[in-house]
């Protein structure tokens, strides 16, 4: 008897498809979280911390950096979201400028020192792998584009300063990415980080000369 030759239908592919997804996110899922804990990684630790076998890790992930990559861009992503909910016309209609340029300082700064470590991991790669400095462009281009939206939807209503929506969103974003410094991320550096919250009030507040 002859043996009919074996076949995926669609179905089963998509299914697969599907599990490899939800395997590769619990994999870089499980990266981050190792990063934070240990500020390292191996494939042994990341497998058992996502409930599947060693050989598994290695299904999505042809080295370790490329491990690393998914773990930095999921964080990359946080970020993104991050800034967006904390940044926006709502929040500067409610609270004004001041509040919301404090809250997203402090806000900004937990979010750097839960994420110190994976930070610290990528950007240690970063010369050598394009990926990584991919991934970190994209999520800055991301959030350029939302800080400029957010400041010329802002101006007409005398919420930051009448100057170049374009110019402002730069200085805030570089302004911004400076709270990832150790000295701003120690819990106790309240001063320091209400320091540069005055700093960053001082370039969009729409009563500065300029």
């Known amino acids: 008897s002859m043996t009919a030759p074996t076949s995926t239908t669609p179905r089963t592919a998509v299914a697969r498809t599907a599990r490899s997804r939800r395997t590769r996110r619990a994999l870089v899922h499980a990266v981050r979280a190792e990063l934070r804990a ?8 990341v497998a058992a911390r996502a409930g599947c076998s060693t050989a598994t890790f290695y299904s999505p992930f042809a080295t370790k950096d490329d ?3 998914g773990a930095f861009d999921l964080v990359l992503d946080d970020l993104v979201d991050h800034t967006a909910g904390l940044f926006s016309l709502e929040r500067l209609e409610e609270a004004g400028l001041e509040a919301t340029i404090a809250r997203l300082v402090e806000r900004q700064a937990a979010f750097f020192r839960r994420e110190s470590l994976v930070f610290r991991a990528a950007l240690a790669r970063l010369p050598e792998r394009r ?3 991919n991934s970190y462009r994209r999520a800055e281009a991301a959030n350029l584009a939302h800080l400029e939206a957010v400041i010329a939807d802002a101006q007409p209503q005398q919420l930051v300063k009448q100057a170049r929506a374009a110019v402002l969103a730069e200085v805030l974003l570089v302004l911004a990415q400076g709270i990832n410094n150790p000295r701003l991320l120690a819990p106790s550096a309240t001063d320091l980080r209400a320091a540069v919250t005055s700093a960053i009030v001082s370039v969009l ?4 000369v300029g």
């Open 67 to 69: 491990a690393l990559a």
């Open 205 to 208: 507040c729409p009563d500065s």
């Open 38 to 45: 240990n500020g390292s990684f191996n494939a042994d630790l």
């Open 131 to 133: 990926d990584l400095r």
